[in-house]
């Protein structure tokens, strides 16, 4: 996003790769001063240790944490900070503790803001009212309106998600996804969806697309639904979640890691995501919309006959 200029400071939850903790894993190269808020990412890990992988309360504690980091990092701030660039899930927090007020920032976004964020999982939730996540949780209006008021005011969103980039124009500057190089896949005629098994993934969608498939169906990651129903056999994946994928399915309502579906592409196996994946204009990947099964089987089967 441009070079580092002396005084440019760092201000990090810890050093990853000092403490080889790949959430973490920030590059902390070239700025002048690295503080770290060791004791509260430690926090942060016991807190998360004792929470379940999904649901509201794990959601409350996670926006918890991002008001203390945020906290701690305006404290630091003096009145010779005069840009910042910020993470997305710090902005709103930081919005409130006042660090934005007489400062330029630039906004680095992996996610949509929340109110459409919100907004397509309840168009997901009408749709499949039988799922116990897909309204378990929602950010409280406060959060989400000071969400929306620090957006408006960014300089620049910084972002690798195509439809991001689309959504905030000549203010985005649109960074490329790196595609991690790997031997070749042993390719096969299965689907692969790499979970975890969840409405907001998409797996509904795929359910109802692949009945009418005869192709095996892998299936990885937990199921956070609690015994979701896919109305067919499906396998566990093996050492290599990608040995024997005819193509890889990530049918997502809301935007998801991409890092799996990145390590496919560079495995050479075919992808079909939705938008909210922002894998757009990659050699590999099919879009389709979310919650649209006849689509989505419609690309299953015309990747199987590439």
Same mark, same amino acid.
């Given at each position: 996003?441009?070079?580092?200029?002396?005084?440019?400071?760092?201000?990090?939850?810890?050093?990853?790769?000092?403490?080889?903790?790949?959430?973490?894993?920030?590059?902390?190269?070239?700025?002048?001063?690295?503080?770290q808020?060791?004791?509260?990412?430690?926090?942060?890990?016991?807190e998360? /240790? /004792?929470?379940?992988?999904?649901?509201?309360?794990?959601?409350?504690?996670?926006?918890?944490?991002?008001?203390?980091?945020?906290?701690?990092?305006?404290?630091?701030?003096?009145?010779?900070?005069?840009?910042?660039?910020?993470?997305?899930?710090?902005?709103?927090?930081? +919005?409130?503790?006042g660090?934005?007020?007489?400062?330029?920032?630039?906004?680095?976004?992996?996610?949509?803001?929340? /109110?459409?964020?919100?907004?397509?999982?309840?168009?997901?939730?009408?749709? +499949?009212?039988?799922?116990?996540?897909?309204?378990?949780?929602?950010?409280? !209006?406060?959060?989400?309106?000071?969400?929306?008021?620090?957006?408006?005011?960014?300089?620049?969103?910084?972002?690798?998600?195509?439809?991001?980039?689309?959504?905030?124009g000549?203010?985005?500057?649109?960074?490329?996804?790196?595609v991690?190089?790997?031997?070749?896949?042993r390719?096969?005629?299965?689907?692969?969806?790499?979970?975890?098994?969840?409405?907001?993934?998409?797996?509904?969608?795929?359910?109802?697309a @692949?009945?009418?498939?005869?192709?095996?169906?892998i299936?990885?990651?937990?199921?956070?639904?609690?015994?979701?129903?896919?109305?067919?056999?499906?396998?566990?994946?093996?050492a290599?979640?990608?040995?024997?994928? *005819?193509?890889?399915? !990530?049918? @997502?309502?809301?935007p998801?890691?991409p890092?799996?579906?990145?390590?496919?592409?560079?495995?050479?196996?075919?992808?079909?995501?939705?938008?909210?994946?922002?894998?757009?204009?990659?050699?590999?990947?099919?879009?389709?919309?979310?919650?649209?099964?006849? !689509?989505?089987? !419609?690309?299953?089967?015309? *990747?199987?006959?590439?």
């Amino acid at each position: 996003t441009g070079a580092r200029r002396p005084g440019d400071r760092l201000l990090i939850p810890c050093d990853g790769q000092r403490w080889r903790r790949a959430r973490y894993a920030w590059t902390t190269a070239g700025f002048s001063r690295v503080d770290q808020a060791l004791a509260l990412a430690a926090r942060r890990a016991l807190e998360s /240790r /004792r929470l379940g992988s999904q649901g509201a309360a794990r959601q409350r504690a996670l926006l918890a944490h991002d008001a203390r980091l945020a906290g701690w990092m305006a404290a630091r701030l003096g009145p010779e900070d005069t840009h910042l660039v910020v993470h997305q899930h710090l902005l709103p927090h930081l +919005h409130r503790e006042g660090a934005l007020g007489g400062r330029t920032f630039d906004v680095v976004m992996r996610r949509w803001p929340l /109110r459409l964020l919100q907004a397509r999982l309840d168009e997901a939730a009408r749709r +499949h009212p039988e799922s116990p996540t897909l309204a378990d949780f929602r950010a409280p !209006a406060g959060l989400v309106a000071d969400e929306e008021v620090a957006l408006a005011r960014a300089r620049r969103v910084i972002t690798p998600h195509a439809a991001i980039a689309d959504a905030f124009g000549p203010r985005a500057v649109n960074l490329e996804w790196r595609v991690p190089r790997g031997a070749p896949a042993r390719r096969g005629d299965a689907i692969v969806f790499l979970g975890p098994v969840v409405g907001r993934e998409g797996a509904h969608a795929l359910r109802d697309a @692949a009945r009418g498939l005869p192709s095996p169906l892998i299936v990885g990651g937990r199921d956070l639904e609690g015994g979701f129903d896919w109305g067919r056999p499906v396998r566990a994946p093996g050492a290599d979640p990608l040995d024997g994928a *005819a193509v890889v399915v !990530a049918p @997502a309502w809301v935007p998801r890691d991409p890092s799996p579906l990145l390590r496919a592409l560079g495995r050479g196996v075919p992808v079909i995501a939705s938008p909210a994946c922002g894998l757009r204009g990659l050699e590999g990947v099919t879009e389709i919309a979310p919650g649209d099964p006849s !689509a989505l089987g !419609a690309a299953i089967r015309a *990747a199987m006959d590439t």
